[in-house]
């Protein structure tokens, strides 16, 4: 949702909907000196347009760049890594992974970087996904295959043809870029609103008049 007239012609056309939202924004605000019905109203929530003051925003991942590789630390199970990884296909010698008492490490060599970007972008987007994955089901609409699938929130890939569609996403991940934490594991998050006003992509409209 943008602010001012936007904010209004939302909620005028989809007003049981947009009451949802405002349930969520509510629910995860962190600030109580603050008239936060009055500002949802005003689309002011948006204003600041970062995660500081949001419940819950906890950094599940870390990179740390070392002489000869990056480590790769994330909060999460490593089982939604291996089906993710499904969709990368990583060969055991690029990149070694751990699991830990409190989700796994990731390392693959600095030689990746400099030698193959495109490999590069696509682990990071994969351990983007494997860290910040909610089921929102954007992957699942990119897929153009089926392959990908949430159920409860659980997601399966089967038959995967590594068409990468599912990491045509900014940063892989939606969740993990509207956070943004800085490498290092520092406290600052960039453009919480980086989600803002998305519009069905032209692909997906050109698909549903073929059919």
Request: with cysteine.
């Amino acid at each position: 949702m943008g602010g001012g007239k936007s904010c209004y012609i939302e909620y005028k056309n989809y007003t049981e909907e947009i009451k949802l939202f405002h349930t969520i924004i509510e629910k995860f605000n962190s600030r109580k000196n603050i008239n936060l019905s009055d500002k949802i109203s005003k689309g002011m929530w948006s204003a600041r347009k970062n995660g500081r003051d949001l419940l819950g925003n906890q950094n599940k991942y870390l990179e740390t760049r070392k002489e000869s590789y990056i480590q790769v630390d994330i909060i999460n199970t490593i089982q939604i890594f291996n089906e993710w990884n499904k969709t990368l296909n990583t060969e055991h010698n690029t990149i070694n992974v751990e699991e830990n008492k409190n989700g796994f490490s990731v390392k693959f060599n600095n030689y990746i970087i400099s030698n193959n970007p495109f490999l590069s972008k696509s682990i990071h987007f994969l351990l983007h996904k494997s860290a910040y994955c909610v089921g929102c089901k954007v992957c699942e609409a990119n897929c153009t295959t089926g392959a990908i699938k949430f159920v409860n929130n659980t997601i399966t890939i089967n038959n995967c043809i590594h068409c990468k569609k599912c990491y045509e996403i900014d940063s892989g991940c939606l969740l993990y870029h509207s956070l943004r934490f800085p490498s290092g594991g520092g406290s600052n998050m960039k453009s919480i609103n980086t989600l803002s006003n998305h519009a069905p992509k032209s692909e997906w409209l050109n698909d549903l008049f073929e059919k």
